[in-house]
């Protein structure tokens, strides 16, 4: 079956303009998670979305970042007025339950800010 | 601070040993290790897990160990083979927290030599 997907793979701005990230999780899937890979570091977390609930911002490391999840499945990751700190790739994830440890990530898409 | 810290960043592997990946954490209150593995331009995927309350579970030829008294566990894969090169992340769940999140380690690059 499909896993998940995200789109842009590359994506390739300018300091100080706004992108969208967007991911598509696997069909059936409640729980929906970002996180980002800095160069040389773990997987941070952002954000989590669970169903209907209010998602869980405490990951997002600034008020630049914003994201929503329409009609429980396809969520966008917004990053306004880019710097070049937020150059990484961003992960997206879906589990079937959220809390669920073992969760399906998509191949990312790597962003760079110039 | 990092919760779950992976202090070598790189192992390198004959095919037929075993590879030994470890993993430190600080957080008594983790309930599941998990371990992932990543290629280049993939998103992690879910290897293997551990309750708090086991000391070892084992899968084909990865076994993970955990010592909750020195907040140690590890990754033996045996026999190492050429296609189990990857970047391995170690990863923990928080008890009854409320994100659904992992916290995971910086990640060992594991490279099996023919």
């Known amino acids: 079956g499909a896993g998940v997907s995200q789109s842009p793979s590359n994506k390739v701005t300018e300091k100080g303009k706004d992108v969208e990230l967007r991911c598509d999780p696997i069909?059936?899937?409640?729980?929906l998670y970002w996180y980002r890979q800095s160069l040389g570091q773990g997987l941070e977390f952002l954000i989590y979305?669970?169903?209907?609930?209010?998602?869980?911002k405490s990951g997002l490391p600034s008020d630049r970042f914003s994201a929503e999840r329409t009609g429980g499945s396809v969520s966008t990751l917004t990053i306004q007025r880019t710097q070049q700190e937020d150059s990484a790739v961003y992960l997206c994830a879906s589990s079937l339950m959220g809390g669920s440890y073992e969760q399906y990530f998509g191949p990312g898409t790597r962003l760079t800010v110039t | 601070d990092q919760q779950v810290k992976q202090n070598s960043p790189s192992l390198s592997v004959q095919e037929g040993r075993i590879s030994i990946l470890n993993c430190d954490y600080t957080n008594s209150m983790f309930d599941y290790f998990l371990w992932y593995k990543k290629y280049p331009a993939e998103g992690p995927t879910f290897l293997i897990s551990?309750?708090?309350?086991?000391d070892k579970n084992e899968d084909g030829r990865f076994t993970v160990f955990l010592n909750k008294s020195a907040k140690h566990l590890s990754l033996h894969i045996v026999p190492s083979q050429p296609g189990d090169s990857a970047v391995y992340f170690c990863?923990?769940?928080?008890?009854?927290?409320?994100?659904?999140?992992?916290?995971f380690g910086k990640g060992t690059k594991l490279s099996v030599k023919p």
């Open positions: 551990i309750s708090s309350i086991k």
């Open positions: 979305f669970q169903g209907n609930s209010a998602p869980d």
């Open positions: 069909s059936g899937h409640t729980a």
């Open positions: 990863a923990a769940r928080l008890y009854g927290g409320s994100q659904g999140n992992l916290i």
